[in-house]
């Protein structure tokens, strides 16, 4: 079911004005009600983290292929979270160097120390956790 729509009107001081106006231009933002919409959003979503709510996210590493124990961990703590994890996707970047996607959906606590296991691999080159809220 859509949301009502209200209006309502707000004080800023013209410095914070002229930051949001920037903040709306570099993201591609028609009005001032979508940039603060999406302000409101992102403060939310690092609330919900913090709270520990349900979240989607993906953990994207870079890793040399050639370390055979490296896989092995690799393959343990995912079966070790396979309660959680949605999807991962393998892409072999060069002759050596692989990437990988792992896509979840949990808790954010728990994703975060599923990304903490993971990146903490000796051989990992490159780690990064994105989340999103998923309710
Ligand atoms: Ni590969």
């Avoid at 913090?50 to 896989?71: C, F, P, Q």
């Amino acid at each position: 079911m859509p949301s009502t729509i209200v209006r309502f009107g707000v004080s800023l001081e013209r410095e914070l004005l002229e930051k949001l106006d920037n903040y709306a231009a570099k993201n591609h933002y028609t009005n001032r009600s979508q940039a603060i919409r999406q302000l409101i959003n992102n403060n939310v979503v690092a609330t919900k983290w913090k709270n520990d709510s349900l979240v989607a996210g993906s953990i994207t590493i870079v890793y040399d292929h050639h370390r055979r124990e490296l896989s092995t961990k690799l393959t343990t703590v995912q079966h070790d979270y396979h309660d959680i994890i949605l999807s991962s996707q393998h892409i072999h970047l060069e002759k050596s160097l692989c990437m990988e996607i792992i896509a979840a959906k949990g808790k954010a606590s728990v994703l975060n120390e599923l990304a903490s296991r993971i990146i903490a691999i000796k051989g990992i080159h490159h780690g990064k956790l994105t989340m999103t809220k998923a309710d």
